[in-house]
């Protein structure tokens, strides 16, 4: 089992930054990659990007790309989402997820460990 706990949302107007973080624990030797997702009221979670454990590689969704950056601390088990030039269209419940598998990973079904998510609101 893997523990997800994610921090760092809140309030921000346009064109600010935030960063969440997601620290893990339990059987973190198993994970291979940390995705986040958000969800908006009344649409579905959607992808927003991922990091490999091993290689730092990184993929992330049109909508954020050049905006968002997500960075890992392999010591801490930890990942961050580093959000730059937000928008209000930015607003979400953000979610860090823990894949084991290491495939599907612009997908929900490629995870198997989820945070409890965190409130990110960007005002106009």
């Known amino acids: 089992q893997v523990q997800l706990v994610e921090s760092g949302g809140g309030l921000v107007q346009a064109g600010g930054s935030l960063r969440l973080s997601c620290a893990a624990s339990g059987d973190t030797f198993s994970m291979t990659a940390m995705g986040w997702f958000r969800q908006a009221p009344g649409k579905e979670r959607e992808f927003v990007g991922f990091?490999?454990?091993?290689?730092?590689?990184?993929h992330y969704a049109d909508s954020v790309l050049g905006r968002f950056t997500t960075s890992r601390d392999n010591a801490k088990n930890t990942v961050y989402l580093q959000m730059n030039s937000l928008k209000p269209e930015d607003t979400a419940v953000y979610f860090c997820a823990a894949a084991i598998r290491g495939y599907g990973l612009l997908t929900r079904n490629g995870y198997s460990y989820w945070g409890q998510g965190t409130q990110v609101t960007v005002s106009s």
């Open positions: 990091i490999r454990w091993s290689g730092g590689s990184t």
